[in-house]
């Protein structure tokens, strides 16, 4: 296990679209973070908001082969990794529940349905989805629950909004941005949006999930976030190392904004897990966490 990579490659415009990469380790990583910020929430004295900016589909039909199997399909039959009680134990457990399959997984739960179990009644749940085949989906998933509010538009356009209303209602806020990164623009609309939407409040909690296959754009968005006054802190997990160009990811990392107390402890520990059941080439994986101050 290595702390820090420094490797750099040319990278092809990606396409990291719910429907065709559930369950790859891009999924296992951000959703294993997710849950446990949620498990922070939960316990809370306050209603929470739960803001997911893409949120594709609840469930997710896994076929015979796929990403799936460098992801979920590692840890699925592990009787290891839920013997506690630690994000990864939980996370999987949830997958368990949520999904189905015996000797391999057979559907993935997306991050609406992941919310829905962890958050309480009380809850509420602002589910944005742009395409129209997927919110049908969606609804149709989710009809009933009346926590559950699901609009078809640009979840970056109407984040700042949505975050300043739900805190104006004394809500404890938690946004997940997960955009499918299909354009090359993105690296820079993404974190805009974020911040004008950290602008807007106060004390509401991000989680930016990105791709990694080089260095150059993640730490070029870091660098934009910084310099328009958002703190933050990465956790950064590649399975695959970068110098190995394939079509599939070689990692993924999550950048928390207003992190709740003990979730770096806990990604961290959550870390070595995954990386050692997900890695590609037995044994090399690496593992990222930096953080920085707004800029003066």
């Known amino acids: 296990m290595t702390n820090e990579h420094s490797r750099y490659r040319p990278e092809a415009t990606p396409d990291y679209s719910h429907r065709f990469h559930a369950g790859n380790v891009g999924d296992v990583w951000k959703h294993c973070v997710l849950v446990d910020v949620l498990s922070r929430a939960a316990v809370g004295a306050r209603r929470v908001t739960f803001i997911d900016t893409h949120a594709g589909e609840a469930s997710y039909r896994l076929g015979p082969t796929g990403e799936w199997s460098e992801g979920i399909g590692r840890l699925w039959t592990d009787d290891s990794s839920v013997a506690g009680d630690d994000a990864v134990a939980r996370y999987i457990a949830l997958c368990r529940r949520l999904g189905s399959g015996g000797a391999r997984p057979e559907r993935y739960p997306g991050s609406p349905a992941l919310a829905r179990a962890v958050l309480s009644a009380d809850a509420s749940l602002a589910l944005w989805e742009r395409d129209s085949a997927t919110a049908a989906s969606l609804r149709e998933t989710l009809h009933g629950d009346v926590r ?26 938690i946004v997940l941005i997960d955009p499918p990164w299909t354009q090359k623009s993105d690296w820079a609309v993404v974190p805009d ?67 709740p107390s003990g979730l770096t402890a806990a990604i961290a520990a959550a870390a070595p897990v995954i990386g050692e059941r997900c890695a590609t080439r037995a044994g090399t994986w690496s593992f990222r966490v930096q953080s920085w101050t707004a800029a003066s």
């Open 148 to 173: 559950a509010r699901i609009e078809e538009t640009d979840g970056l356009a109407s984040l700042a909004d949505a975050v300043g209303e739900a805190e104006s209602a004394g809500d404890e806020v």
């Open 193 to 259: 949006a974020l911040a004008r939407a950290f602008a807007a409040s106060s004390h509401t909690s991000f989680l930016l999930w990105y791709p990694v296959k080089s260095l150059t754009r993640p730490n070029a968005m870091f660098a934009r976030l910084a310099a328009a006054g958002v703190p933050g802190t990465i956790a950064e997990l590649i399975t695959t190392p970068l110098e190995h160009q394939r079509q599939r990811l070689n990692g993924s990392g999550v950048l928390l904004v207003r992190p």
